[in-house]
């Protein structure tokens, strides 16, 4: 006992910045290396500040490729990491697009506030293109279910997270020592989501469970009711002669989108009018969708005998900015898709500058808005809205479907824990917000785990 230790430097008494060490078997292994997101300046200190030399980390093992959990690898990289990085081969596409496009973005908006004479840490790009790039070379495909030795007495093995394309929870023993068992979650997913398959967690004893808890105190709209929800709208602004604008996060959720579409129109339940995907990101990710088709939910009838699930002749795939700026002049009804989810930045903020004053059109959002941003104000019906400056009427629809969630809801958290069989020894809570953390200290309590901890940022227990 005491060989293993484990220390908490992101997700802790928040949602963003997953990253966890652990010490076992004389190494140094980090459980994903995510970017603090939120509140600019906050988050900026919290991402430039390492608490460890990443020359002295061993092996990364990631969990999936949402920039929460891989973000911050350029940045290891750039600061002199150079071992091994663990991900499924789905995730290690992902992150060949998510990581140079974040880089991309890290630059950009240093730029600009170096430009406004801002100083600190938000006007210094974290990293960039070149180090983005250089993590590609460092990770290591390893597939869902084959074990693999870190060292000669610490291996672990992925299971499906069933969160989104590639993700994984990780389950590690260690047999230095009493033998160990500790299994990090990662993000759950959610039972029947489109694509993918169900959460397949780990089972058997645990000696350490480190779990998420993003939804730990609320529950979600139902997957299907979200589809039959989407069709009703289209449907009704089609028959009116208006445009359907969705804001979406480009991993995931527009993969998620095009997919119900293409369900929709198959069951003649949309009629036949074109679906833009206008984000160039989104449509790399798409194409990675397209590369994996080994981890597809089989028994889903869309792709029970066919990869073209999102390919049909409704949809079309936009890139080049021309392409882009054509959409503007379009006339009748269609569905634009584009980035950024909550209306922040990106081609969205084009579209909605040129559809918001037009009642026969709808603004629908498919997933959360935070607080002080765009997204939200328009959802909680404001009047007049500022795009690049200027002030608009917002006169289109607008409407939300909360069903599309990647998160497993507190009903589903509690499903999953049932479903490892136990008994589990202690649990880590991580991955949420206080209220939500302390919800799942709750259910984990009362599914018979005796020694619960919300640790706080930093915090090192002895396993
Ligand atoms: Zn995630
Ligand atoms: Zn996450």
Not at 112 to 125: C, D, H, N, V
Not at 259 to 274: C, F, M, N, Q, V
Not at 389 to 415: C, K, P, W
Request: contains cysteine.
């Amino acid at each position: 006992m005491g060989t293993a230790k484990l220390t908490f430097w992101g997700a802790a008494g928040q949602v963003t910045g997953s990253m966890h060490l652990l010490e076992a078997a004389g190494a140094r292994i980090l459980l994903d290396a995510g970017l603090f997101q939120g509140h600019r300046a906050e988050a900026a200190a919290l991402n430039a500040n390492l608490a460890f030399d990443p020359r002295r980390i061993d092996a990364i093992v990631v969990s999936h490729a949402h920039l929460d959990h891989i973000g911050r690898l350029p940045l290891l990289v750039r600061h002199g990491y150079h071992g091994a990085i663990y991900a499924t081969p789905a995730t290690r596409d992902l992150c060949a697009v998510m990581l140079p496009d974040a880089a991309h973005i890290q630059e950009s908006d240093a730029a600009y506030l170096a430009k406004r004479g801002k100083k600190g840490p938000e006007s210094e790009p974290l990293y960039n293109l070149a180090d983005a790039l250089a993590v590609q070379e460092l990770i290591v495909g390893l597939p869902y279910r084959r074990i693999h030795f870190l060292r000669k007495n610490l291996a672990f093995e992925y299971t499906d997270a069933g969160h989104i394309l590639g993700s994984a929870s990780v389950d590690l023993r260690l047999t230095e020592g009493a033998p160990q068992r500790i299994v990090f979650s990662g993000d759950i997913g959610r039972v029947g989501l489109p694509i993918i398959r169900d959460p397949e967690p780990p089972s058997g004893l645990i000696d350490t469970l480190i779990v998420e808890s993003t939804y730990g105190d609320r529950d979600h709209e139902s997957v299907s009711g979200s589809e039959e929800h989407l069709g009703e709208v289209v449907r009704k602004v089609v028959a009116r002669g208006g445009k359907v604008l969705i804001p979406s996060f480009a991993l995931g959720r527009v993969q998620e989108i095009v997919y119900a579409l293409h369900e929709l129109s198959d069951a003649k339940k949309i009629p036949g009018i074109t679906i833009y995907v206008d984000s160039p990101l989104a449509v790399d990710a798409t194409a990675v969708f397209r590369l994996h088709p080994e981890v597809f939910d089989r028994r889903e009838q869309l792709l029970a005998n066919s990869d073209l699930a999102f390919d049909f002749p409704l949809v079309r795939y936009v890139r080049s900015v021309e392409e882009s700026k054509k959409l503007n002049t379009m006339n009748g009804p269609a569905v634009i898709i584009a980035a950024s989810g909550m209306l922040e930045a990106g081609r969205i903020l084009h579209h909605l500058a040129n559809h918001i004053g037009d009642p026969k059109n709808c603004v629908l959002f498919v997933g959360f808005q935070a607080e002080n941003t765009l997204g939200r104000r328009i959802q909680e019906g404001a009047k007049q809205v500022k795009i690049f400056g200027e002030l608009h009427d917002a006169r289109a629809e607008v409407q939300t479907i909360s069903g599309y969630s990647a998160h497993a809801d507190r009903t589903e958290l509690r499903a999953w824990v049932r479903r490892l069989g136990g008994p589990i020894r202690r649990a880590f809570v991580v991955h949420g917000e206080p209220a939500p953390a302390a919800a799942m200290a709750q259910i984990l309590k009362e599914e018979g785990v005796p020694d619960v901890v919300v640790p706080g940022l930093g915090e090192s227990f002895d396993l």
